[in-house]
């Protein structure tokens, strides 16, 4: 099934040819360069990349070992962006740690706080209101399409592809203004709460997701025409970094990365939150585990989470939109104003922040980068005791070497490219 | 108890020293010596199989004899369960055996353990700190005892009015 809808993608014979040719190309030129290897003399040479470098999304260093222009080791040197962030979360409220979330992968900000809230109420055993669920699932599903709509932008960047940058900038400007209207901030969202989310969607930000998710497929077409028929862009995608399924899941990988090889791991799916088990909706999966399966399964992922969205916004129902549990949720701002007690109930909800029973958990999300997980160790006060984020980024670098070895030094970027790293949530 | 708890507790009657079942997890608590068998088992038995390594992590309670604790977070993508080990370790001897052999992503997440508090991995093939500069030598992060502000570079300057001192001594209960 997965072969058919990918040949769908592929519009017409031309784009079939030219993968031929390009086969049949790659082939001779591994055929020249082994011919080669005995009449040219190569070196061994050690090259450093970065920290400053524009295609490593972020501050990373990597120490290369090559030989001619293979690459024979490759050391990423991590900390470059390192803030301590597990460190502060022990000295803050729970609620003051949601915009620490949003730091730590700055493309995807709403999905970050998604999986601290979930891990929080996992802890606290806490039902969300029904409304909040469907809230939630709209605007992490939207921001996984600008996620990969950044992520598509940058990646054809780095290979050179110029163009495909602005049309999907384009799109993606669309949804940071439904963010700011959402909730006042483009990137840095603080939209998340304990309990619910801080805002009701108002119609007109109903309207304009309507109206996006309807126009949204002509322009994954308009993307795919720009990159499907570029023998550049082909060459440099088909056949690159390849991870087995195993190996992939040896190392941990998640999100489109472990996908692309064929795994069918997908949290929403398999422990489905927030209204994911009351949509239709599949998980695309890969064959090669190259990256222009990985390319394809984020392709794909947009459109799925666009039907999501649709749907989701169709069955929104009414209601609260915050728990009124409030041992958790603040008392309503008038209550405040006129009562003292839940003036004073107000001002401890404030500085103590509310108490999470003592024990331990650990709760993964779905981001758009893979499992993003939280374990939170709390020991009965308001603070937690120990929190520890599993960052996708950091754990696709601990396979960097393993994916690099063997290719040629220029596929560096497009390596670092497919596993959608962010060096602010690597480092946190 | 929980199957798997149950199955390993009659396997490994040495290392496994306890389980617990809270919140939808299922912990398993084993003894240093002996858990790299009881890691290897969970990976390649039929009867488990967690073949995703999740993380490591450690939390450090320096108020206990064995100061701290190393937690495995383990997935089985074919039987859809998540599992929890922990080991506790002390802070004279703070070694646990390197589990690199079985999930080979789990070498990053050492040596972040590693670099954050301070505890050694027996056989891991490159345990370097991997956040921290690698001349770092004021301690380890995340440590309880390590001070959420430090000293900077800013404090070499003399001019500099420095953060500690001419503090008004904290109330009681306070820290």
Redesign the interface.
Known sequence: MESMEKDGVRTSQGAQELERREITLSTLRQAVLNGLDSSIKTDQFLLNMGPQHPSTHGVLRVLLDLDGERIKKAVPD??YL?R?T???A??RTYNQIIPLTDRLDYVSAMANNYAFVRAVE??L?LKVPERAEFIRTIVAEVQRIVNHLFWLGTQALDIGAMSVFFYTFREREVLLDLFEKICGARLTTNYYRVGGVEGDLQQDVIDALYTFVDTFEPHILEYNTLLEHNRIWLARTKHIAVITGE?A?????SGPTLRGSG?D?DLRK??PYGAYDLVDWTVPVGQNGDIYDRYWIRIEEMRQSASIIRQCLDKLPQGPFMTDDHKVSFPPKGRVMHNMETLIHHFLLVVEGFKTPP????C?TETPKG?L?F?I?SDGSGKP??M?I?APS??S???FD?MARGYMIADIVTIFGTYDIVMGEC?? | MHPVAESLRRRFPDAVTGSRE????VTIYLRETGALDVFRALHDEEEFRY?????V?S??YPMDAERFEV?Y?LYS?PR?H?I?VKIRVSETHPVVDSIVSI???????ER?VYD?MGIQFRGHPDLR?????DDYDEGY??RKD?P?VGKGWRDDFSFVPKYFENLPPLPEGRK
């Open positions: 991590l900390g390192h301590g597990e460190k502060i022990e000295y996992k802890l055993q190996d899941i040896n190392f941990g990988l795994v791991y398999y422990e024990g331990d958990t650990y993964g499992e997980g374990y160790v005791y120990r520890k599993r950091f754990v670098m601990g396979a393993f480092d946190r | 809270a919140l939808g997890d073949d995703y390594i999740v993380d992590t939390v450090d937690v977070i993508i859809r998540r929890m999930w080979r992503g789990a070498e990053f997440m972040e954050m700190r991997i956040l921290m500069p992060p995340l390590f959420l």
